[in-house]
């Protein structure tokens, strides 16, 4: 099991989008959508956090630019990165992922 640190937010957060990861492994992806209807948090708050998270490498944000949604959060894909994957639980039996644990610091 890989291990990373994280602030509470960062788990709530990451434990939605894993919880949103429907589809099998590679082939799925979330939004804020997803994550405003799990944790119950405003939507400036799940963006701040999503900020903090791609900085750390552990959430990779498609922002559909060349859609036309640049400005437009609620469009925005959200993706797991290597480092996360090993969140979502049927996707670490389906693909044999090493299991990840957030660890708040």
Do not use: C, F
């Not at 900085?55 to 498609?62: A, T, Y």
């Not at 559909?64 to 480092?83: Q, V």
Request: aromatic letters at 8%; a negative charge.
């Amino acid at each position: 099991m890989t291990t990373i640190k994280v602030t509470q937010l960062e788990k709530k957060v990451l434990e939605a989008l894993a919880e949103s990861m429907y589809a099998e492994y590679n082939y799925s992806d979330a939004g804020l959508e997803e994550v405003i209807n799990i944790t119950g948090l405003p939507s400036k708050v799940i963006r701040g956090v999503v900020s903090s998270l791609t900085k750390k490498q552990l959430v990779e944000v498609d922002y559909r630019e060349s859609e036309g949604y640049k400005n437009k959060p609620a469009m925005h894909i959200w993706y797991l990165t290597d480092r996360t994957v090993g969140l979502v639980e049927h996707w670490v039996k389906e693909a044999n992922l090493t299991p990840v644990e957030l660890i708040v610091e």
